[in-house]
């Protein structure tokens, strides 16, 4: 049989081709967000429905045929997570270094799953993981990995706690998990992925500035244990995603030392600002805990698809994870693989994602970033309490505002507020989220992404402004 070039090998002028192309691509998209022509939310009459136009068949299609499908039909619909006036939810922007790494990844395909098939990337990986560790000052015997994301993180957290205690699954419905209304829904996902759906979920109640009360906490496992129930894992949090609340890691992590209780904290959000000096007291008793997760995506500015997650005793990984491979080795592991300590074997080069734009632009150029966050959600608070008629929430722990506008008539206020969020929306110029907090509808900003600065700010404010007194003129008294 002849040698035939396959139809999927591309030559280097081709490559280079395409390349360009896709550049040309991204470049017209960033200087469309960059110069608002694109607003940070909208969608199109169909909601992306022509892209079912470009279905896959069995002969292929021009390049630019399909660039100008995904153009006109994902990058120019719905949100724009790098959009600086974008403050809904927890949309970091996304640096291009990373972007660039993911690239130099994909194509190259180092397998970094096992030590033997790429000692480097392992390696790199377990630099990334040791400093995050460090920062977070755990001792020697962690291990961890880099996921996909905060909920495959918590389900490895999960998964860890469950091999701790060593419970029969006949037991699992005397277990007790404590969290807080506050506590992502990805925690509970994970009990239910980990076979723990008949865990009992006790829902401990927030003190003023909504974050775990712990006395109450102490105070429900003892009543549990009285019931011959078995408590198993406490969820905190340092920045809860609605809120930005940070719990008391350290009376928390007394409570769990007391009872022998797994302590698991999720810093998805607000992990990556131990980088910052006055933010430093939050993390002074996360070594304590058994495991923590933190999205790089978030408050490390990356690209969506990166998650940490390390464990305290990282035995426990291997007792869950390790298994004798389907093929002999040849040689032995200097340092752990990461498929002895994670659900994933095929596992793709996330590390170079973190790690080159680290080197790149230095730790120091990523903690200004945060503070500079930081000061403008102060700034905002500040400015929101000036403008007559405004109520604001708590003060801003992170990044997070919460802000509402008050008529006077608790019974008005919440449809008021509904009408200014759907004004701001209509608008287009801004695009934040709103949240139920103690049956008060409020509008909610997130300042993480690292496009927005104080003009952004500025500007949002002064939009918040006209849109209110247009509404009230609207709707009268």
């Known amino acids: 049989m002849a040698d035939v070039q396959s139809e999927l090998e591309l030559d280097e002028n081709t490559r280079r081709l395409y390349l360009s192309k896709v550049n040309e691509i991204v470049e017209e998209h960033m200087r469309s967000v960059e110069g608002n022509k694109l607003k940070p939310y909208g969608l199109k009459s169909d909601k992306g429905a022509g892209i079912r136009n470009n279905g896959i068949d069995e002969h292929g299609a021009d390049l630019d045929e399909i660039l100008n499908a995904v153009k006109d039909h994902v990058l120019h619909d719905g949100l724009q997570s790098n959009h600086s006036n974008n403050f809904a939810y927890l949309c970091p922007g996304g640096v291009f270094s990373s972007a660039l790494a993911s690239y130099l990844a994909a194509y190259t395909n180092p397998y970094v799953g096992s030590f033997e ?5 392992v390696r790199m990986e377990h630099m990334v993981i040791d400093w995050v560790a460090g920062m977070m000052g755990f ?68 003190d003023a500035e909504y974050r775990m009360d712990v006395k109450i906490l102490k105070a429900l496992i003892a009543q549990d244990i009285e019931e011959e129930l078995i408590p198993f894992m406490i969820g905190s949090t340092i920045g809860t995603a609605v809120i930005g609340a940070v719990d008391a890691i350290g009376r928390i ?117 945060l503070e500079e966050k930081l000061c403008l959600a102060r700034y905002m608070y500040r400015s929101l309490k000036e403008i007559p008629g405004f109520r604001v929430g708590p003060y801003p722990q992170l990044t997070i505002v919460l802000f509402k506008y008050d008529t006077g008539n608790e019974t008005r206020n919440n449809d008021i507020n509904r009408e200014l969020h759907n004004a701001i929306l209509k608008d287009g110029h801004f695009y934040i989220s709103s949240a139920i907090i ?40």
């Open 253 to 369: 992590a007394d409570v769990a030392n007391e009872y022998g209780i797994w302590l698991h904290v999720d810093a998805a959000y607000g992990g990556f600002f131990v980088l910052v000096e006055e933010l430093k007291d939050y993390f002074n008793d996360v070594c304590r805990c058994d495991s923590i997760i933190v999205d790089p995506h978030k408050s490390l500015f990356m690209p969506f698809g990166y998650g940490i997650f390390i464990v305290k005793k990282g035995k426990i990984l291997q007792s869950c994870f390790r298994h004798d491979s389907l093929f002999v080795t040849t040689m032995q592991d200097e340092e752990e693989s990461p498929v002895n300590i994670s659900i994933e074997r095929t596992k793709p080069f996330r590390a170079l994602g973190l790690w080159l734009p680290l080197r790149l632009h230095g730790v120091a150029a990523f903690r200004r970033c």
């Open 117 to 121: 098939t790429n000692p480097a990337g």
């Open 438 to 477: 103690d049956n008060n509808f409020f509008l909610r900003t997130c300042i993480l992404n690292s496009r927005s600065h104080r003009n952004v700010i500025d500007e949002f404010l002064s939009t918040l402004k006209k849109l209110t007194t247009c509404l009230l003129q609207t709707l009268g008294p």
């Open 139 to 206: 001792p020697a015997g962690y291990a961890g990995n880099i996921t996909p994301g905060g909920s495959n993180a918590t389900l490895l957290a999960v998964t860890a706690a469950r091999e701790n205690i060593n419970v029969r699954c006949g037991d699992y419905n005397r277990l007790v998990v404590y969290i807080t209304d506050w506590t992502h829904q990805c925690f509970r996902k994970a009990l239910f992925t980990a076979g723990l759906k008949e865990t009992v979920i006790r829902k401990v109640p927030v």
